[in-house]
């Protein structure tokens, strides 16, 4: 059974066309990550959330944004894609800070045209 | 800052045993992970070992933590073909509520016949 769901697994949308990216999940966990993995480098997170407090990694960019609206599902906000933000979208799950496994869904792989 | 590095290509023949190596530089790191990425996938969870244990056993898989050296290794027994995939090295640190996944380059490891 699946337990991080991401929707759609492909995406693709136009320069400057916003884009929403969902993550879901069935493991009750309290903690919800987004990570950016472009081709062939490794994930790097953009952001996550600890219940309702969200958390920025510094060297995220303004135009990614997340809500998470209850505890299962988690969105990432592309405002204004452009041709770099092209990447496989990972989101990830732990129950807490304290419970060190990080689940990931299948991710989303977003193509910007 | 942190930085975690592994060679890029791996080659081995089926029934042989695969070592993938890892360099981090954040000595503080609490858990170092060892992750399993196959075309188009997300990130599979193999295993993760404790910074005060040199060794981890679970059973193909082989961990092994030289603190001192900042080095970590994954050693797959009898590699088979279903073990081609990329390997992610990573390192956590705690961040918000959550822990903080940094990631190494990746490792593609091709099983040959």
């Known amino acids: 059974d699946a337990m991080v769901i991401q929707n759609p697994r492909y995406q693709v949308t136009q320069f400057g066309k916003p884009v929403t990216l969902s993550c879901s999940q069935t493991?009750?966990?309290?903690?919800m990550y987004w990570y950016q993995q472009k081709s062939s480098q490794a994930p790097k997170l953009l952001f996550h959330y600890y219940d309702k407090d969200f958390n920025n990694e510094a060297d995220t960019p303004d135009n990614f944004q997340s809500r998470r609206p209850n505890t299962s599902f988690c969105f990432l906000d592309i405002r204004s894609p452009g041709l770099g933000d092209a990447a496989m979208y990972l989101c990830?799950?732990?129950?807490?800070?304290?419970?060190?496994?990080?689940?990931f869904g299948p991710g989303t792989r977003l193509t910007v045209t | 800052g942190e930085d975690v590095e592994q060679s890029l290509f791996l080659s081995v023949r089926e029934g042989d045993s695969s070592v993938i190596n890892c360099t981090y530089t954040d000595s503080s790191s609490t858990y170092l992970y060892w992750y399993k990425q196959e075309p188009g996938a997300g990130l599979q969870l193999l295993t993760y070992i404790f910074s005060n244990m040199d060794m981890k056993q679970d059973q193909r898989l082989t961990v092994l933590l030289n603190k001192k050296d900042k080095h970590l290794s994954l050693r797959i027994a009898d590699t088979q073909t279903g073990d081609s995939a990329i390997y992610f090295c990573?390192?956590?640190?705690?961040?918000?509520?959550?822990?903080?996944?940094?990631f190494g380059t990746g490792t593609q490891l091709k099983v040959e016949l």
């Open positions: 493991l009750n966990h309290n903690v």
């Open positions: 990830a799950t732990s129950r807490d800070q304290d419970r060190v496994e990080q689940y």
């Open positions: 990573a390192e956590s640190s705690p961040t918000g509520g959550g822990n903080k996944l940094t």
